[in-house]
């Protein structure tokens, strides 16, 4: 087994944050990246997204995927929302930054949403993604606009690099 410690958001109680024990010495630094806890669906995919500075992705979600995020390069600015209608945190987020030298992680469970901005000249965002049956690929995603006023997230940028699906997601 590996040491790690972890602590819930202050702000959404359900995400959670891991900070692993590392190793380092003149070769680098090696750590373990957490695993699933056993009350999670066992159906897994591991994803990487290669950024370059100032690329945002997201806000992109759904209801029944569990993702555990990393960075395994660079630097980026994490936002997760609560995009849960019942929940008493609903539309509220939090922020971290993830990097390859902090080592943490970021748990987030279905329902919330999730947007990244890269902070370095380039950035990996590596993220597993656990669900229960079929697999929710991008298109049947929900996707929010970044700067949605309702949510009033304080991103820092103003004018970021943007796909089209980002440009285009829909108001809460």
């Given at each position: 087994m590996f040491n790690y410690s972890s602590r819930r958001s202050?702000?959404?109680?359900?995400?959670?944050?891991?900070?692993?024990?590392?190793?380092?010495?003149?070769?680098?630094?090696?750590w373990t990246h957490w695993e699933w806890p056993m009350d999670t669906p066992t159906n897994k995919?591991?994803?990487?997204?290669?950024?370059?500075?100032n690329v945002l992705r997201g806000l992109h979600g759904d209801d029944v995927t569990w993702k555990h995020i990393t960075c395994a390069y660079g630097a980026f600015y994490l936002v997760v929302v609560d995009y849960r209608e019942d929940s008493p945190t609903y539309l509220e987020w939090d922020?971290?930054?993830?990097?390859?030298?902090?080592c943490k992680s970021v748990l987030v469970p279905p329902g919330f949403l999730n947007g990244h901005l890269?902070?370095?000249?380039?950035?990996?965002?590596?993220?597993?993604?656990?669900?229960?049956?079929?697999?929710v690929?991008?298109?049947?995603?929900?996707?929010?606009?970044?700067d949605d006023p309702m949510l009033k997230i304080n991103w820092p940028i103003d004018n970021p690099i943007l796909s089209r699906r980002d440009k285009n997601g829909k108001d809460t």
């Open positions: 202050e702000i959404l109680n359900d995400i959670k944050i891991f900070q692993p024990e590392t190793h380092t010495d003149y070769r680098g630094t090696m995919i591991s994803k990487f997204t290669n950024s370059r500075k922020s971290f930054t993830l990097d390859d030298k902090n890269c902070l370095t000249d380039e950035c990996v965002f590596h993220y597993t993604q656990s669900y229960p049956d079929e697999y690929d991008w298109e049947e995603q929900i996707s929010v606009r970044w």
